[in-house]
């Protein structure tokens, strides 16, 4: 670690927006307001169409740099390119649409110059529910079991491999462990986030600042439930490029046993059925059974 209290490190914050004029006033503001002082915004506009532009544009701060892409790319794709712009030691991300609190920055880089074995900070967050839909509902109270779930863990690869339990707006990563996951798998459409966070706890510990420190925003378009069947697939991807173990292969068997519930109860695809009949999924039923009776 270089910095110290009086020359911290630099922190590059990657922002990536594709048409985001609706909320990027309030995420850009929650950075301008940060007490930690030494960042750069390292925003990288995706081809908007909208007013992102010139609201982009209205800041006159000399950390913020404004990118825009030749053509729209697919957001691993846009991340990484973003990150090779950046200067900072340690990167952060902020989604367009997401607000950090004051002290965001300052606790979990605290905690980072604090612990130097650990390459990876995340910390707690609210929901911010833009939609009354019942699935959005549902998601933000699936998240909230899951903020304080490993926060005195300095190893999460294990917990990671039974579901992403981290919002990405909420981590920071030092730049030679981000290096090290060889970025982001540019043609993951919704789990490059979970991908890289995985690949980077296999070289590093991680530190959780239990405070809720950002506001996630859930609404109809960053829903997981219109995404079900990519998800699936991107995890058995995910799962069969980590180095194989015991842990990865009942990850496996546990998103297949997902996949097959999901397709049961929500496309009413009851052959599914017979393939639960695999003793190897049973374990993972009996979990999921657990859990819903001990709501």
């Given at each position: 670690m270089n910095g110290n209290k009086?020359?911290?490190?630099l922190v590059s914050i990657i922002m990536n927006c594709y048409n985001g004029e609706e909320y990027l006033k309030e995420a850009i503001d929650s950075v301008l307001s940060q007490s930690y002082y030494n960042w750069e915004l390292i925003f990288w506009?995706?081809?908007?169409?909208?007013?992102?532009?010139?609201?982009?544009k209205?800041?006159?701060?000399?950390?913020?740099?404004y990118y825009l892409a030749e053509i729209n790319r697919p957001l691993s794709e846009a991340r990484n390119l973003a990150v090779q712009k950046a200067k900072g030691e340690?990167?952060?991300?902020?989604d367009s649409d997401d607000i950090w609190l004051v002290e965001k920055l300052k606790m979990q880089m605290?905690?980072?110059?604090?612990?130097?074995?650990?390459?990876?900070s995340y910390c707690g967050f609210e929901t911010l529910l833009t939609s009354d839909l019942e699935s959005a509902i549902s998601q933000a109270k699936f998240y909230s079991k899951f903020v304080y779930n490993s926060h005195k863990s300095k190893s999460i690869y294990n917990k990671l491999l039974r579901g992403n339990f981290i919002i990405f707006s909420t981590v920071i990563l030092k730049r030679e462990i981000f290096d090290l996951t060889k970025g982001f798998s540019e043609f993951l459409e919704q789990n490059e986030d979970f991908e890289?966070?995985?690949?980077?706890?296999?070289?590093?510990n991680a530190i959780c600042v239990s405070d809720s420190l950002v506001k996630y925003r859930i609404h109809a378009s960053n829903n997981s439930y219109l995404n079900a069947r990519k998800n699936?697939?991107?995890s058995e991807y995910i799962f069969s490029n980590l180095p194989q173990s015991f842990l990865i292969s009942m990850a496996k068997d546990r998103n297949k046993t997902r996949e097959r519930i999901y397709f049961i109860f929500f496309e009413k695809k009851w052959q599914q059925l017979f393939g639960l009949l695999n003793?190897?999924?049973?374990?993972?039923?009996?979990?999921?059974?657990?859990?819903?009776?001990?709501?």
């Open positions: 009086l020359n911290p490190p506009d995706n081809q908007s169409t909208d007013k992102t532009s010139s609201i982009v209205l800041y006159d701060d000399k950390r913020i740099f340690y990167i952060a991300f902020l605290n905690g980072l110059m604090v612990q130097n074995e650990a390459g990876i890289i966070l995985l690949k980077a706890s296999l070289h590093t699936f697939e991107e003793p190897k999924y049973w374990p993972h039923i009996c979990y999921l059974v657990f859990k819903k009776i001990s709501k």
